[in-house]
């Protein structure tokens, strides 16, 4: 059940424990993808692991801001520092689980997001509000899970695993005609790296057009098969989150 589509009534005759609430970013993605791309990529992850999961889940909405400072030299990147970010989580899930639904994936789109998500998720199942665990979706698959992808496609930024989500699932809002822009100004890696250390806190400091790897690798149809292995992965967790045993540890 989506809430944004439900009415109360509806709401309140869910007949389950279990929710999914999205959370992504609102930052760049090179000149060829949108803003929205992991706010986007973490909406649909969360609905297509639903739509696989045998079972009933609450939908919440999207949170579209997210940890992204190091965008911050590109229009139009917006960053929520990580206390507000994980406030904003804790809130969101408190509210969910006043209402019934105390068992919570939080569906992630952004890097960024990680660690402060894994501290708010355990903060709330260990103060016992909701037994909360975060699911990032582009550590639960890889490039093997899509065939349409080349061997040496990496996660990156703006690259060719989050430019083929997003083709397959918005395709008119990517600019194929920008790819190579995209790739001769970005970068091969993350970052300035020494001695084990990463000098670069911003993305400027190493990436001119804001994008670590190569989106004219990307295909619509890689995106439909990543899309499908997060999904599956997904329904698996939130089969394990509906049936794990918290009596000893809540």
């Given at each position: 059940?989506q809430?944004?589509e439900a009415?109360?009534?509806?709401a309140?005759s869910?007949?389950?424990?279990?929710?999914?609430?999205p959370?992504?970013?609102?930052?760049q993605?090179?000149?060829?993808a949108?803003l929205?791309t992991?706010?986007?990529?973490?909406?649909a992850v969360?609905?297509?692991?639903?739509?696989a999961?045998?079972?009933d889940?609450?939908?919440a909405?999207?949170?579209p801001v997210?940890v992204a400072e190091?965008?911050?030299?590109?229009?139009?990147t917006l960053?929520?520092?990580?206390?507000t970010f994980?406030?904003?989580?804790?809130?969101?899930v408190?509210?969910?689980?006043?209402h019934g639904?105390d068992?919570v994936v939080v569906?992630?789109?952004?890097?960024g997001?990680?660690?402060?998500?894994?501290e708010a998720?355990?903060?709330?199942?260990?103060?016992g509000?909701a037994?909360t665990?975060?699911?990032?979706w582009f550590?639960a698959v890889d490039?093997?899970?899509a065939d349409a992808?080349?061997d040496?496609a990496?996660?990156?930024?703006?690259?060719?695993?989050?430019t083929?989500?997003i083709?397959h699932?918005?395709?008119?809002?990517?600019?194929?005609?920008?790819?190579?822009d995209?790739?001769?100004?970005?970068a091969?890696?993350w970052?300035e790296?020494q001695?084990?250390?990463?000098?670069?806190y911003?993305?400027?400091?190493f990436?001119?057009s804001?994008?670590?790897?190569?989106p004219?690798?990307?295909?619509?149809e890689?995106?439909a098969?990543?899309l499908?292995a997060a999904a599956a992965?997904?329904?698996?967790?939130?089969?394990a989150?509906?049936?794990r045993d918290?009596s000893?540890t809540?």
């Amino acid at each position: 059940m989506q809430l944004t589509e439900a009415t109360w009534p509806d709401a309140a005759s869910a007949e389950t424990d279990l929710a999914v609430l999205p959370v992504g970013s609102t930052e760049q993605h090179g000149p060829h993808a949108p803003l929205g791309t992991d706010h986007l990529a973490a909406a649909a992850v969360a609905e297509a692991g639903v739509a696989a999961y045998d079972g009933d889940v609450v939908v919440a909405p999207t949170l579209p801001v997210g940890v992204a400072e190091e965008h911050r030299h590109f229009a139009g990147t917006l960053w929520l520092g990580e206390d507000t970010f994980r406030a904003a989580v804790s809130e969101t899930v408190a509210s969910l689980a006043h209402h019934g639904w105390d068992r919570v994936v939080v569906v992630n789109g952004h890097g960024g997001n990680t660690a402060p998500l894994r501290e708010a998720c355990a903060r709330l199942s260990r103060d016992g509000d909701a037994y909360t665990v975060p699911f990032t979706w582009f550590d639960a698959v890889d490039a093997d899970d899509a065939d349409a992808l080349p061997d040496d496609a990496g996660m990156g930024h703006g690259g060719a695993v989050e430019t083929s989500l997003i083709r397959h699932l918005h395709a008119h809002l990517v600019d194929e005609g920008k790819f190579e822009d995209a790739s001769e100004n970005g970068a091969s890696g993350w970052g300035e790296w020494q001695s084990g250390t990463n000098l670069a806190y911003d993305t400027a400091e190493f990436s001119d057009s804001g994008v670590v790897g190569d989106p004219g690798q990307s295909s619509a149809e890689a995106g439909a098969q990543l899309l499908d292995a997060a999904a599956a992965s997904l329904a698996e967790l939130l089969a394990a989150v509906e049936h794990r045993d918290r009596s000893e540890t809540a």
